[in-house]
Structure formats: structure tokens, C-alpha cells
């Protein structure tokens, strides 16, 4: 063997030296994010009667133990608060959150970031709050002062949360004091007072998809006719940004491996364990899709409001 051949010989040897230490490097890092958590941790906000118990517990931490290749534990909060408290401590590494719940996290220590959120069948993400008149009694939204307008509880996302932080947001004149605001016992009473002509408009909501467009399968509007008011004598005058479903969210310091080892599993559980998707998420039957920070923008100004309201 001639010296060139000795040489590229002898570099060929020290490339694969090189590429195989970094494979060992790169499987030993990903084998210490597992010995690091050594438990990974899934808290859940219990049901309302449910105490400590989750329906199908043992099935789902099979499931995650299955995807992340290590041993899984659900812990079970009374409520949010002690839920955010959990995953702000590093003591769970996971949580279900909903979507005001998540942003009130985010604003707790920064930490988390969203994973996923469900959809509905119809392709639903999310709600946005609407501004719907009839007959045009209010003809837009720079008269609303001057006419009554129903608006649901003050806890109501849809119906005063999100269209009372919204509409200050875009510099309208409006508190939940307001005197033309007349407060409903519940959402039902106050589309009531719409179709009674006990006021001339009110505050509801609609499901939209991922374009930003209402699915037209539920929402105010959807129950208004149902009541028995015709479509076309309803007009929505304004519409708020939309409200992302609320997300499963990982602390943002968890490895890269592990949430992509989530992403994965929870992409694709609606299609492959559809049974463990029901037991995971009973309200929206579309399936989980990659979510962002930025698709809580809404949770975040109503969090921001409350908060500053309580100041």
C-alpha cells in the first residue's frame, strides 16, 4: 500500500471513529433526558365529583409510557391554580389545560409553551365572541352605547370575557359596568332577551376553524334559530379575535426528544387508539394539531385584564 493510500486510508478510519462517537454521543443524550426526570409527571385537573380518580387512568399511562419509553405518572390537582403551581414547580412536566388556564401559567413563571390543542369533527379550533343584532336595531357597533345589549355572567368566556377584553382592546368605550350592559343569569337567558326583544343586541359566540371562519355547526347564532328567530332577520356586527381550545402544554426546559416524541403520539392517537383519545379528551372529537404560543394571544388579554381589574 502506497503512502496516499495509507493516509486516506487512515482518515477514512478516523471519520468513522469520529461519526461513531457521535452516534453513541447523541443515543447517550438521548437516554439521559429519561434518567434525568427519571418519573415523568401528567397533571390533570380532577372532574367536578371525581376526587383523585381519572376515568381509564391505567390505560393512559400505558399509552405515555409507551410513547416517551419510560415510567409515566398522572397527578390529579384539585383545580388550574394548584395545577399551574405543579407545573411552575417542576413538579409535573405536562399539563391539560384550558386555554385562560394556560395563559394564567404562562403568566406565572414563562416556563410552559403549548404542545397541542383538540379540534372539533368539523374542524373547529376554537371560538370567537360576536356582537349580533336583530331585525337592525343596532345598526353597527359604533351605536351600541345607545341600545340595550344582553350579556352573559361575568365568568362567560365567549359571552363576556373575550368580547369585553376585545372590544377595549380596540379602544371602545366598555366595562362590564357599562350602563347600556344588561347582565344575563346565564347565556341562555341572555339570547332569551334577544328573541323577547328585551334587548336589541347581544353578546354570543361561534366556533371557527383554523382560517379564522365560523363552521356554522353550533354557537349563538346556531341556538338563536333553534329558538325559533329566523337567520335572516340576525346581523353579527362585530367579532372578536379567536379563543384556541385549550392545550396539552410541556415545560419549555423539557428535551427536545421528549416533546417530539409527544407531538407524535398525540397527533396521531385520534387515528391509531381512538379509545385512548376519548378517554383523553371527551369534549372535542377532531383530534389533537400542533399549537403555539402565539394561538393564546386572546387567553393572554383576558388573564392581562383580569388581573390589572383586581389590582
Given amino acids: 500500500m502506497g503512502k496516499g493510500e495509507r493516509s486516506a486510508a487512515s482518515l477514512a478510519l478516523r471519520t468513522c471513529a469520529a461519526a461513531f462517537a457521535a452516534l453513541c454521543a447523541a443515543s447517550s443524550a438521548r437516554a439521559d433526558w429519561r434518567g434525568d426526570i427519571g418519573t415523568f409527571r401528567i397533571g390533570i385537573v380532577a372532574e367536578p365529583g371525581g376526587g383523585n380518580t381519572v376515568p381509564g387512568l391505567a390505560r393512559l399511562t400505558d399509552a405515555y409510557t ?21 407545573q411552575a414547580s417542576g413538579r409535573v412536566q405536562y399539563a391539560v389545560y384550558s386555554a385562560l388556564a394556560y395563559a394564567a401559567a404562562s403568566e406565572r413563571c414563562g416556563c410552559v409553551e403549548p404542545l397541542v ?18 331585525d337592525g336595531k343596532v345598526p353597527d357597533l ?15 368566556v365567549g359571552g363576556s370575557l373575550l368580547p369585553l377584553t376585545g372590544l377595549a382592546g ?15 343569569a346565564s347565556a341562555t337567558a341572555a339570547e332569551t332577551m334577544l328573541s323577547d326583544g328585551e334587548a ?6 361561534e366556533p371557527v376553524g383554523a382560517d379564522g371562519q365560523p363552521t356554522g355547526t353550533g354557537g349563538t347564532i346556531v341556538r338563536l334559530e333553534a329558538a325559533g328567530v329566523p337567520k335572516a332577520s340576525l346581523r353579527v356586527l362585530w367579532t372578536s379575535a379567536p379563543l384556541r381550545y385549550g ?10 426528544e421528549a416533546k417530539r416524541r409527544l407531538a407524535v403520539f ?4 385520534r387515528s391509531l387508539t381512538p379509545d385512548v383519545y376519548d378517554l383523553l379528551e371527551s369534549e372535542h372529537s377532531g383530534g389533537f394539531e400542533l399549537a403555539a404560543s402565539k394561538d393564546y394571544a386572546a387567553a393572554l388579554a383576558i388573564v392581562r385584564r383580569e388581573a390589572g381589574s383586581q389590582e
Fill in 247 to 256: 392545550p396539552h402544554a410541556v415545560r419549555s426546559d423539557l428535551d427536545a
Fill in 117 to 134: 390543542a383538540p379540534v372539533d369533527a368539523d374542524g373547529a379550533v376554537g371560538i370567537r365572541s360576536v356582537l349580533v343584532t336583530r
Fill in 142 to 156: 359604533a351605536a351600541m352605547a345607545s341600545h340595550r345589549i344582553a350579556i352573559a355572567p361575568a365568568d362567560n
Fill in 200 to 205: 336589541d343586541g347581544l353578546f354570543g359566540w
Fill in 170 to 184: 380596540e379602544g371602545a368605550k366598555i366595562t362590564g359596568d357599562s350602563p347600556f350592559l344588561t347582565r344575563a
Fill in 66 to 86: 409507551n410513547a416517551l419509553g419510560m415510567k409515566v405518572e398522572f397527578v390529579v390537582a384539585r383545580d388550574y391554580a394548584a395545577l399551574i403551581e405543579a
Fill in 266 to 269: 398525540l397527533t396521531n392517537l
